[in-house]
């Protein structure tokens, strides 16, 4: 089994509708019971920030503080993790806008919110993502790249990166500057990091799919997973060969791109394929019921997949996890869950759902921002 990670202390201020809340943690699981609009997944919030990003809700960071609140708002944990055990302190100062928080650990400026990767992964399942399989592609590849980065933490920087030069060269083509040092400079950068992303995925999808493939049968559904959109059935040819076809794609489709105003072809246009295994179908054509259940599968089996690799399981933030789901299949998730390694934070309107956990997990009412226990 992978090594524990778990928060032993959680500390907000002006964190959404929480002035000031502490939580003092063992190495169990977390449940937070209470009235919807309590405050339940604010809390989920604060430690999705304990990653790099916006968090679960990929919120401007403005809006997180507090409303009210004279400056901006702080998160603070001590966690016990890879590096053993460390303080994490981010967030920012003011409340205006910000499109980076601080980051420090154990009281030390950090170089950046990516060394958070050194410490902890933090993987999270929420409500909003149910629609994933019939929303939109750009969804489906947030989602995956998120996968990508609890295993490779550069894979964030060079979808910055690409997305930074992809940038700049829809400017110039829309301004009709197609001075051809200027492009290809920019278009070399787009080849080199839009293959080193497209492989990242794949190498991440053929990790995951030989993981489900090896796994003892669940109550929830396996999912059979693939991209397409962007140099599709490529595996095994050198990267040299693919940013050289990356790049002659680039070169030619330069007018067309103008005239559409943004770049049509690039790891940005890829999508992820996922198929409900047992019943051979697509998953957009799968019942309400069938989706939950196949996602739910699915970030399990990351979750898996990220302790074997990483020789640590990831924290997990599960946001009313069990509300469509009936006894059985709720103790089949916990046991699994359980199963993991890690340290969970559940969210659910009623107590009950969750006593199949009994003693593996720390119970909290949360109510109008406080936490009781």
């Not at 202390?9 to 959404?16: A, C, M, V």
């Not at 339940?40 to 403005?62: H, Y």
């Not at 839009?194 to 669940?218: D, F, Q």
């Not at 095994?236 to 105003?261: M, N, V």
Request: hydrophobic share 40%; with cysteine.
């Amino acid at each position: 089994m992978a090594d524990k990670t778990f928060l032993t202390r959680l500390t907000l201020t002006d964190f959404r509708n929480y002035a000031e809340a502490s939580l003092r943690l063992d190495a169990r699981h977390v449940v937070l019971t209470g009235d919807n609009g309590s405050g339940k997944t604010n809390l989920l919030e604060a430690v999705s920030f304990l990653s790099p990003g916006r968090g679960l809700r990929r919120a401007v960071l403005s809006d997180v503080t507090r409303v009210g609140a004279s400056g901006g708002f702080s998160v603070f944990a001590e966690v016990t993790g890879r590096e053993g055990e460390v303080s994490i302190g981010t967030g920012i100062d003011t409340g205006e806008e910000a499109t980076s928080r601080r980051l420090r650990l154990n009281g030390t400026p950090a170089r950046s919110v990516e060394e958070l990767t050194d410490h902890l992964s933090v993987l999270w399942l929420t409500p909003s993502m149910d629609g994933l399989f019939t929303g939109a592609s750009s969804d489906r590849r947030r989602f995956l790249d998120r996968l990508v980065l609890s295993l490779d933490p550069a894979h964030g920087r060079r979808a910055a990166d690409y997305e930074r030069a992809m940038r700049s060269r829809n400017r110039l083509l829309s301004e009709g500057r197609f001075d051809p040092a200027w492009l290809s400079g920019i278009e070399v950068q787009m080849a080199e990091l839009g293959i080193a992303m497209a492989a990242a995925r794949s190498e991440m999808l053929g990790l995951l799919a030989a993981l489900i493939a090896r796994s003892s049968a669940t109550p929830f559904p396996s999912p059979d997973l693939a991209l397409s959109g962007f140099l599709d059935d490529q595996a095994g040819r050198p990267f040299a060969e693919l940013e050289e076809e990356f790049l002659a794609a680039l070169r030619d489709s330069r007018h067309r791109d103008a005239a559409a105003g943004r770049t049509l072809t690039g790891p940005h246009r890829a999508d992820l394929l996922v198929r409900h295994r047992e019943k051979d179908m697509e998953a957009e054509r799968c019942s309400t019921g069938e989706q939950k259940a196949l996602l739910v599968g699915l970030v399990l089996a990351h979750a898996r997949l990220t302790a074997d690799m990483t020789g640590h399981a990831p924290v997990l933030l599960l946001d009313e996890i069990a509300a469509h789901l009936d006894e059985g299949r709720r103790a089949a998730l916990f046991d699994l869950v359980d199963g993991l390694g890690g340290q969970a934070f559940m969210t659910g309107t009623d107590r009950a759902m969750f006593s199949a956990l009994g003693e593996r997990a720390q119970f909290f009412i949360v109510h109008q921002g406080a936490i009781l226990s």
